[in-house]
């Protein structure tokens, strides 16, 4: 017999999480495919697969499994075995939907209702597999299972939409809403139900999973965006929330590195001490702050807005040293409380992109949407310092506001290849002096004109003294006033 190397993976994931409209929507569409996988694994290891990711500790299972696990297995049925994992993954899914059925079942304005939930359930739940032999070379067999998995979801299926007229789910703008009593279910205490909304079967699955007895504990209540952002918007005064998603940095490479499975399988209990323990604790220090979901070198987090930059520092700084020499990088949106909330998470994943694509990798990005408008900014976390200190200074109405726009008006008069990088840094001190506050002390004085070298070094070596470069040092002092002051324009 042969032993084989399997990587499994299920979806649609960004797409069901990311279509929430409510906080407890978001977490619990993270713990339902944390439990669809979870089925998996468990039905793999019964099968008699050596896991590789995720790995027990003690016995147990991380508390939330990756849509993407692996293990190894020594057979000459490889098809068998990748079916058999793929029925334990669709029965749960089965089962968490049957659930909810019964639920809704008293509500039902239709006869016929059942006909389309089923059809949505049947269609939604993406399954993909894939089996290479693993003799010899460990790194370069899960380097091809790598490329088999992408390769496979290239090849995208796309299910017939059958009964899908009439009013479409209010949740994902896709499918059509089921013909239920949308207005009595709104009515009860339990269950929050807007006046106008109408959900199809999958949002009506993550809203009514908690009622319907799906998960074996009840989940914790989260709090609401208004909560985070510590108070409600409105035209006059809005406030604004955080989303912060982080990911590893060229992590199929390292592990396809990897010389042996045993060697996986302790990076993987790495990982998921960093998901398990490390995060968490982190972001509990930014109350309000909610974690939504830390699978491995993925996390996805809400957070006051003045706490961003710093739990996104200190979960990249964990991380390094955790994994040794590892990195992450870090997308950041910056939206009002009332700003749809599926586009909120669309632009922190967009930033996350912009800081590997854009900035290098070992980065963050930074996006701040509000009124139709988008500013952008993007750093190395290692040149991130003189952000801090910026951050401070404005905490401590050192610095005025106005220095952002100051720097953005010198990138445009002085942008130019032709003018000296010297110039720009002698007028980058002068604003700088200019903005610092009356009782300033002369050390804290001294420490804010010099603060303009290490901006110049920045901007200079970022574009070869070119305006974007000076742009993008003004956007990140504009936002640092911006994020201290919870806000405040």
């Given at each position: 017999m042969t032993q084989h190397l399997f990587l499994f993976q299920?979806?649609?994931?960004?797409t069901f999480i990311a279509a929430s409209r409510r906080t407890q929507?978001?977490?619990?569409?993270?713990?339902?495919?944390?439990?669809?996988?979870?089925?998996?694994?468990?039905?793999?290891?019964a099968a008699g697969g050596s896991l590789v990711f995720p790995v027990k500790h003690n016995g147990v299972y991380p508390q939330s499994i990756s849509h993407i696990f692996a293990c190894m297995v020594t057979t000459d049925r490889p098809e068998a075995f990748g079916q058999g994992v793929e029925e334990a993954l669709r029965q749960r899914w089965a089962e968490i939907a049957g659930k909810v059925r019964v639920f809704l079942q008293s509500h039902a304005a239709s006869p016929n209702w059942t006909a389309r939930f089923d059809a949505?359930?049947?269609?939604?739940?993406?399954?993909?597999?894939?089996?290479?032999?693993?003799?010899?070379?460990?790194?370069?067999?899960?380097?091809?299972?790598?490329?088999?998995?992408?390769?496979?979801?290239?090849?995208?299926?796309?299910?017939?939409m059958e009964n899908e007229t009439g009013r479409k789910c209010t949740l994902t703008g896709a499918m059509a809403a089921?013909?239920?009593?949308?207005?009595?279910?709104?009515?009860?205490?339990s269950v929050q139900v807007r006046p106008n909304e109408a959900l199809g079967a999958i949002a009506a699955i993550k809203r009514f999973a908690q009622e319907a007895k799906v998960f074996?504990?009840?989940?914790?209540?989260?709090?609401?965006?208004?909560?985070?952002?510590?108070g409600s918007s409105s035209d006059d005064e809005p406030r604004y929330v955080a989303a912060l998603h982080m990911d590893g940095d060229q992590m199929g490479k390292y592990l396809s590195s990897l010389t042996s499975e045993a060697a996986h399988r302790v990076f993987s209990q790495t990982l998921a001490d960093f998901a398990d323990k490390t995060v968490?604790?982190?972001?509990?220090?930014?109350?309000?702050?909610?974690?939504?979901?830390?699978?491995?070198?993925?996390?996805l987090a809400l957070l006051p807005i003045q706490s961003a930059l710093g739990c996104a520092n200190e979960l990249q700084t964990a991380f390094r040293q955790a994994t040794g020499s590892l990195t992450m990088s870090a997308g950041i949106a910056?939206?009002?409380?009332?700003?749809?909330?599926?586009?909120?998470?669309?632009?922190?994943s967009h930033a996350e992109h912009q800081a590997k694509r854009c900035y290098g990798r070992d980065a963050v990005c930074v996006v701040e949407v509000h009124g139709g408008q988008v500013r952008e900014a993007g750093m190395?976390?290692?040149?991130?310092?003189?952000?801090?200190?910026?951050?401070?200074?404005?905490?401590?109405?050192?610095?005025?506001?106005?220095?952002?726009?100051?720097?953005?008006?010198?990138?445009?008069?002085?942008?130019?290849?032709?003018?000296?990088?010297?110039?720009?840094?002698?007028?980058?001190?002068?604003?700088?002096?200019?903005?610092?506050?009356?009782?300033?002390?002369?050390?804290?004085?001294?420490?804010?004109?010099?603060?303009?070298?290490?901006?110049?070094r920045i901007a200079e070596e970022t574009d070869g003294g070119g305006e974007r470069g000076w742009t993008a040092v003004a956007n990140w002092a504009i936002l640092a006033r911006f994020l201290e002051g919870k806000g405040s324009r």
């Open positions: 299920i979806g649609p994931v960004q929507d978001l977490y619990v569409g993270s713990r339902l495919l944390s439990d669809i996988a979870r089925a998996g694994v468990q039905a793999a290891e949505q359930v049947a269609r939604w739940l993406e399954v993909y597999w894939v089996a290479v032999a693993a003799e010899g070379n460990y790194g370069a067999a899960y380097g091809k299972a790598r490329k088999a998995i992408s390769a496979r979801k290239n090849l995208r299926h796309f299910p017939q089921l013909e239920i009593d949308w207005d009595r279910l709104s009515r009860r205490d074996e504990k009840e989940l914790k209540r989260f709090p609401d965006l208004d909560e985070i952002a510590g968490p604790k982190i972001i509990e220090k930014y109350e309000p702050g909610v974690l939504i979901y830390a699978g491995g070198d993925d996390v910056i939206a009002p409380s009332n700003y749809p909330f599926d586009l909120m998470l669309d632009a922190a190395k976390w290692d040149d991130m310092q003189p952000v801090f200190q910026l951050q401070g200074y404005f905490y401590l109405k050192q610095v005025s506001k106005g220095i952002g726009y100051d720097l953005r008006q010198l990138a445009h008069d002085l942008g130019g290849r032709d003018v000296p990088a010297e110039a720009r840094l002698l007028e980058a001190r002068r604003l700088l002096k200019r903005r610092i506050g009356e009782k300033v002390d002369p050390v804290t004085r001294a420490e804010i004109v010099n603060l303009a070298d290490e901006l110049s």
